[in-house]
Structures are given as structure tokens and as C-alpha cells.
């Protein structure tokens, strides 16, 4: 293989395994424990369910950190849902706005 192929094959690989790998995804604990960490302290047991909603339809592939680095409004996070969707996520259709609205209520723009 000729030098620059090499190198392409390398960084795609690279790519590859830090997409798939997700780094921040390694803070996610298993979803019981992390129930407190997606909801304050003071929630309802609609924020609590919401926030354990989340987990189990986002944090299966991201992490909290990950939802907190990538803060949106609600288009921006309607957009990302679309293209999760496209990705493979699913939700059934009366949790799309429940975590809809907990993504913008605790995730979005400070």
C-alpha cells in the first residue's frame, strides 16, 4: 500500500474508533444510579421520569456530559431528535416531546 493510502487508512480507523467509542460515554452509570445526575435534586416525579426517560432513549450512546457540551434550543434539539431518528434512535411517539422538552429544559442554552 502506497504511503498516503496508509496514512488515509489510518486516521479513517482512527475515526472510526473514537466515533464508535464515544469517550464521555464511559461517565454513564447504570440507568438507577444515574436517575439523580439527569434530574435536580428537588424534581417532580414527571422531571424524575422524563430525566430516567432520556437515559434510557439517549444514554444508551452519550453520556451527560456529551447532552451538556452540546447545548441548543428547542429547533436545535428538534433537529438533533430527527437525526438520531435517522441514526436508529427510537421513542415511541408520545415520549418524542416529553424528551424534547426535558433535553431544552436542562440542556439548553444558559
Known sequence: MKPPLLLLAAAVALALVVFFSDPGRANIAPPAASASAAA?????????????????????????????????????????????AQLGASWAPNEQPVILNYLVQHFGPR
Open 40 to 84: 435536580p435534586a428537588a424534581a417532580s416525579p414527571q422531571q424524575a421520569a422524563a430525566g430516567q426517560l432520556v437515559l434510557e432513549r439517549c444514554g444508551t450512546c452519550h453520556s451527560l456530559d456529551r447532552l451538556a457540551q452540546h447545548r441548543q434550543g428547542r429547533a436545535g434539539w428538534e433537529n438533533t431528535m430527527r437525526t438520531m
